[in-house]
């Protein structure tokens, strides 16, 4: 089967946009999807955002999971039905062949033979089961991976992103100090400590600046004050 192009980004906004119009669309696999048979169909879902990476959800047919692939991974271009392979002709009849009568030799006196010993059975082979094709997409229902990370630039400003499988479901966003404190302490003592570190650092590099400020205040209020003010 010749390989499939796949969706354009004009394919992707006429597919939801029929989406929208309350239109469940059809696809079909290309040769580049994971785990899937070339030209197998399956039914559009939903679009996921931002549009990076397996963004476009499907329910392949005869299947009730929820998968999500690239636009590369899928087409509109419907595989040509399949041929039927031709039934080979019957073979011709064989001649029938003429029967030789064989007399049997018969032995002055018997001869004892011993019966042929049985052959073992053949142990039986135990078939491998195949390993199923990996899918980064899970199936409905399973809970995906989520990822938290917590970062600070070392003056007192932190931000939490938080990534759902290889979606980012919230973008780096500021959390208060204080926050991260109460938070670190319901984790662990290792987890507790380095954070009580940074937080420490802060603190002193803000009371230094503090400090400064103080001493830069106190001279000009002495500079006006000598002018006369």
Same mark, same amino acid.
């Given at each position: 089967? @010749?390989?499939?192009?796949?969706? =354009? $980004?004009?394919?992707?906004? &006429?597919?939801?946009?029929?989406?929208?119009?309350?239109?469940?669309?059809?696809?079909?696999?290309?040769? $580049? $999807?994971?785990?899937?048979?070339?030209? /197998? =169909?399956?039914?559009?879902? @939903?679009?996921?955002?931002?549009? !990076?990476?397996?963004?476009?959800?499907? /329910?392949?047919?005869?299947?009730?999971? %929820?998968?999500?692939? #690239?636009?590369?991974?899928?087409?509109?271009?419907?595989?040509?039905?399949?041929?039927?392979?031709?039934?080979?002709?019957?073979?011709?009849?064989? *001649?029938?062949?003429?029967?030789?009568?064989?007399?049997?030799?018969?032995?002055?006196?018997?001869?004892?033979?011993?019966?042929?010993?049985?052959?073992?059975?053949?142990?039986?082979?135990?078939?491998? $089961?195949?390993? *199923?094709?990996?899918?980064?997409? #899970?199936?409905?229902? =399973?809970? *995906?991976?989520?990822?938290?990370?917590?970062?600070?630039?070392?003056?007192? %400003?932190?931000?939490?992103?938080?990534?759902?499988? &290889?979606?980012?479901?919230?973008?780096?966003?500021?959390?208060?100090?204080?926050?991260?404190?109460?938070? @670190?302490?319901?984790?662990?003592? %290792?987890?507790?400590?380095?954070?009580?570190?940074?937080?420490?650092?802060?603190?002193?590099?803000?009371?230094?600046?503090? !400090?400064?400020?103080?001493?830069?205040?106190?001279?000009?209020?002495? @500079?006006?004050?000598?002018?006369?003010?």
């Amino acid at each position: 089967m @010749a390989k499939k192009s796949g969706l =354009s $980004a004009e394919d992707v906004d &006429s597919l939801r946009s029929q989406l929208n119009d309350g239109t469940q669309p059809m696809v079909w696999f290309t040769a $580049a $999807a994971v785990g899937m048979e070339a030209g /197998r =169909s399956a039914k559009l879902l @939903a679009f996921t955002e931002p549009q !990076e990476g397996d963004f476009i959800q499907v /329910r392949p047919t005869g299947s009730k999971d %929820e998968m999500s692939f #690239s636009p590369a991974e899928l087409t509109l271009e419907k595989p040509p039905p399949r041929k039927k392979p031709a039934t080979p002709p019957p073979a011709p009849p064989e *001649p029938p062949r003429e029967t030789e009568i064989i007399h049997p030799y018969v032995p002055e006196a018997p001869v004892k033979t011993e019966a042929p010993k049985p052959k073992p059975a053949p142990a039986p082979v135990e078939a491998a $089961a195949p390993k *199923p094709a990996a899918r980064k997409a #899970s199936a409905k229902g =399973s809970t *995906p991976e989520v990822t938290v990370t917590l970062v600070t630039t070392g003056e007192g %400003e932190w931000t939490v992103e938080v990534l759902q499988g &290889s979606r980012r479901a919230v973008r780096p966003t500021p959390v208060p100090p204080a926050a991260v404190a109460q938070a @670190a302490k319901l984790l662990t003592p %290792e987890v507790a400590e380095i954070v009580e570190g940074v937080l420490n650092a802060a603190r002193a590099q803000q009371l230094a600046r503090v !400090e400064q400020l103080r001493a830069e205040l106190e001279a000009a209020q002495k @500079a006006l004050d000598d002018l006369g003010a």
